[in-house]
């Protein structure tokens, strides 16, 4: 059975900023509950042959070479830009922050 209970859900919710009603909690609970008793059997079968997995295929990324194409120049970057500054693009401050 799991050690999980309405408190630690509650305690959760409160770190995530969530309101969560009394019956929200009582039934999030015995969800959250049964999950980790769930895992907790699949962890038991798991022997220490087999290799944690995030998916259940294989997953590669496709990588492409890394070649050097023509591109634009800086300044024909620039030329449609509403406005540029020391070769790059001048854009509104929105943080408030010192220039």
């Known amino acids: 059975m799991s ?6 859900v509650a305690r959760l919710a409160a770190l995530a900023r ?7 909690l009582d039934r999030l ?3 959250l509950a049964a999950i980790v008793d769930s895992v907790a059997k699949v962890a038991e079968v798991a022997g220490q ?4 997995t ?3 295929i ?4 496709v990588h492409r070479e890394d070649v ?3 591109s634009l120049s800086q300044e024909a970057a620039l030329s449609s830009a509403p406005e540029a500054e020391d070769g790059r693009f ?3 401050q929105i943080l408030g922050e010192e220039a």
């Open 29 to 31: 609970s015995g969800q």
């Open 54 to 56: 995030s998916h259940p």
């Open 68 to 70: 050097v194409r023509p």
């Open 58 to 61: 294989p997953m590669s990324n």
């Open 90 to 92: 001048r854009v509104p």
């Open 3 to 8: 050690s999980l209970e309405r408190s630690d």
């Open 49 to 52: 042959d087999v290799p944690a």
């Open 18 to 24: 969530i309101d969560m009603t009394d019956e929200d």
